[in-house]
């Protein structure tokens, strides 16, 4: 039997990367179709204003422009929908330009259309606006609580910790490009979630979704940054509808970091309970996030997911979340690899380590005694149901690797030596998404077969991984499957790439899908001559996958002058069970280089509203000789969410990591009393923190 050979499980090469590393791929700015114009934004200066005057005449008067575009443009047109993820939110749609105030530095004001990028970039200089600054404000829109258990009373260990404002930084900028066909579009565009951005097209221009054709093919990144329709996005689809004409945008760096998503920000607080034992019982939090000025569809995951999995392993019964979200003046603030996450882990990974100090006990003990050992699914006090974990095992197996006991001996004898040296340890979960995705499998003529997902890619290896899943199921070789996603008019139900959801409920779709087609076909070694059969499915997981990981940092400083250097990260994951090996280890090392960018450098600045980081001259990302010792140690544990056992693991690097590292430096500072700090863990931070200096 053919079914035998698993090619789930085998760490196959990316099929993708023979296309990309020869530069063939097909990314939005690739494309240059006949008669196409050119799009260019004027951005708002000011944080917060009326617009009292503006005046484009000159600009469409200028040699090479066709039109400019103004929010009257958009007067009637319908919106985009915001994801109303919590009980009682406010939401506040994408505006595609300003109208009659401006929110945010980077705003877009208006828009010019030219034959030529650069007279369309000149015609924004002749545009005339006057805006009378107004205060900057903020709104809430969101208040949410998680509350259960019995409050207990006993020992109170407190944290509080700021976020930075990071960018999600692709090496793609975004792009959008509409090209009128009939009565309605085609759209290329560097997205996440083609399905649902054709939707909020349709919605905003007041066509029927089937008329949109929404085109993603190769995306050069993404991270949540491109999660959600996109204001330009709408400008560049309207201009290309009234003029009959292909109209592109492409971004421009200084453009990204004005104007597109950013990610965390938040400022949390919690106190952790401790009971006579010492082991933490109830937990108590305040959690507040920024939203920038505008809702994108995805605005509120983050602060649900914070919330939701704040408990984290551990075994808590009890808990008072509070979760406040506030419209503020910068660019929207959306998922980021994490969303949310992240935050929660380093609040309760920075209690379990202040609740050792106070106990006079090693984190790693701590935290045995205090993890989760109970059954699975785990009902969490946040009214989450963890499918499948065993955060003991992983503990013990990161302690043995590592020779725990070794390194703190180490630590003693470096620190006695005047080093400044710090162990780091955190554990995380991470819930891998919810609903449904679509999947088809088609037997074509030749005995190939055409496997279509909405599990959009952009850079996963999500072609290879599917792949895979089809000739598992089928007993044939991945070289006869092609897989077509990131068309809207091939696959025209579909969620996308986010939430560490691809594999665990796009790959089940597809594993499902195939299962049928073998059921009505039955198992034959040639598929040759039986004519197109096509198999489709809309599978809605039951509940969510939930991956988990133990990570242990390692980190010096120089007394001297802060810089902080990690010496390794090992790190013990279950990512349920593996699909790509290969894979696996290219998502939880840049997941790790992010998570270590947050963690180190990465801050997004405003001053009274202005962007101080306006470029990668401002933004610090890491680089390759940023890159620590890595060691990965997979100890799979299969889901019980879905039939195939899969988790996710795009977004880990970003959770476990910066609070492994956190805890690392707070470790390296206690000899000298250091306050709680927050990231970035700059040098200037720690140097600080050493010398005893306001932070
Ligand atoms: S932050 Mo991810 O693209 O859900």
């Given at each position: ?6 090619w789930i ?428 995705e679509?999947a088809?499998l ?9 496997a279509?997902t ?11 991984a599917f792949?895979q899943i089809v000739a598992e199921v089928m ?28 594999t665990a409920i796009g790959g089940t779709a597809m594993a499902r899908a195939a299962r049928r087609l073998l ?18 499915e809309?599978y ?37 069970r593996?699909l ?62 879905n039939e195939m056992g899969f ?49």
């Amino acid at each position: 039997m053919q079914q035998t050979v698993p090619w789930i499980g085998k760490a196959m090469v990316r099929r993708e990367d023979a296309r990309l590393l020869k530069g063939a791929g097909r990314f939005v700015d690739d494309h240059q179709p006949e008669g196409c114009l050119f799009l260019e934004f004027l951005r708002s200066p000011y944080a917060a204003g009326r617009i009292t005057d503006l005046d484009v005449s000159d600009a469409v008067d200028a040699e090479g422009v066709v039109t400019v575009l103004t929010a009257e443009d958009f007067a009637g047109l319908g919106q985009a929908a915001v994801n109303a993820l919590l009980p009682g939110a406010e939401v506040h749609p994408l505006e595609p330009l300003a109208s009659g105030r401006v929110k945010a530095v980077g705003q877009a004001i208006a828009a010019v259309i030219a034959e030529t990028r650069e007279a369309a970039r000149d015609a924004v200089e002749l545009i005339a606006f006057d805006i009378a600054e107004e205060p900057l404000a903020t709104r809430r829109v969101l208040r949410h609580r998680w509350q259960s258990g019995v409050p207990q009373t006993g020992r109170e260990i407190s944290v509080q910790l700021d976020h930075a404002l990071v960018a999600p930084m692709a090496l793609e900028p975004r792009a959008t490009l509409a090209l009128p066909e009939g009565a309605g579009l085609k759209v290329h565009l560097s997205t996440q979630t083609p399905q649902r951005c054709r939707t909020d097209l349709a919605a905003i221009l007041g066509l029927a979704p089937s008329a949109i054709r929404v085109l993603t093919q190769d995306v050069g990144g993404a991270f949540g940054g491109k999660a959600s329709l996109m204001p330009e996005d709408a400008v560049v689809a309207l201009a290309a509808l009234r003029l009959g004409r292909p109209v592109k945008w492409t971004a421009a760096r200084s453009e990204e970091f004005q104007a597109a998503t950013q990610g965390r920000g938040g400022e949390t607080r919690a106190v952790l309970t401790l009971d006579h034992q010492g082991l933490p019982v109830a937990l108590s939090a305040e959690l507040r996030f920024p939203l920038g000025h505008w809702m994108p569809y995805s605005a509120l995951a983050p602060i649900r997911n914070a919330g939701r999995i704040l408990p984290g392993p551990y075994a808590i019964e009890a808990v008072d979340i509070e979760a406040q979200a506030h419209l503020t003046p910068g660019a929207a603030v959306n998922i980021y690899r994490g969303a949310g996450r992240p935050e929660a882990a380093m609040l309760m990974e920075r209690l379990i380590d202040k609740a050792a100090q106070a106990q006079g006990l090693d984190p790693l003990e701590m935290r045995r005694r205090a993890l989760y050992r109970g059954a699975f699914p785990r009902a969490t006090p946040t009214g989450e149901a963890i499918c499948s974990g065993d955060f003991a095992a992983l503990l013990d197996r990161l302690e043995r690797e590592t020779d725990y006991a070794g390194l703190r001996a180490r630590q003693a004898e470096r620190r006695a030596a005047g080093a400044v040296c710090g162990l780091g340890l955190a554990l995380y979960i991470e819930p891998c998404g919810q609903g449904w995705e679509s999947a088809e499998l088609r037997l074509e003529a030749d005995g190939s077969f055409t496997a279509l997902t909405g599990s959009s890619a952009q850079g996963q290896g999500r072609e290879t991984a599917f792949a895979q899943i089809v000739a598992e199921v089928m007993g044939v070789t991945p070289d006869c499957v092609r897989v077509v996603q990131g068309d809207t008019e091939a696959v025209p139900e579909g969620i996308g790439a986010l939430a560490s959801r691809s594999t665990a409920i796009g790959g089940t779709a597809m594993a499902r899908a195939a299962r049928r087609l073998l059921d009505q076909l039955g198992p034959r070694k040639d598929w040759t001559g039986i004519g197109p059969v096509s198999v489709k499915e809309r599978y809605e997981a039951p509940g969510e996958a939930w991956a988990s990981g133990a990570v242990l940092a390692e980190v010096a400083i120089c007394p001297d002058t802060g810089h902080l250097t990690v010496e390794g990260i090992t790190w013990v994951d279950d990512a349920g069970r593996v699909l790509n090996p290969m894979l696996v280890q290219g998502q939880l090392i840049g997941g790790l280089a992010q998570g270590l960018g947050a963690a180190t450098m990465e801050r997004m600045a405003y001053a009274d509203g202005q962007l101080l980081t306006g470029s990668l001259m401002d933004y610090a990302v890491p680089r390759a000789s940023d890159m620590p010792p890595v060691r990965l140690i997979s100890q799979p544990l299969p889901s019980t969410a879905n039939e195939m056992g899969f988790k996710g693991v795009g977004e880990a690097g970003c959770i476990g990591v910066p609070a492994a590292l956190l805890n690392a430096v707070q470790d390296a500072l206690l000899p000298f009393d250091a306050p709680d700090l927050s990231l970035p863990l700059t040098p200037e931070k720690l140097w600080r923190a050493m010398t005893g200096l306001e932070p």
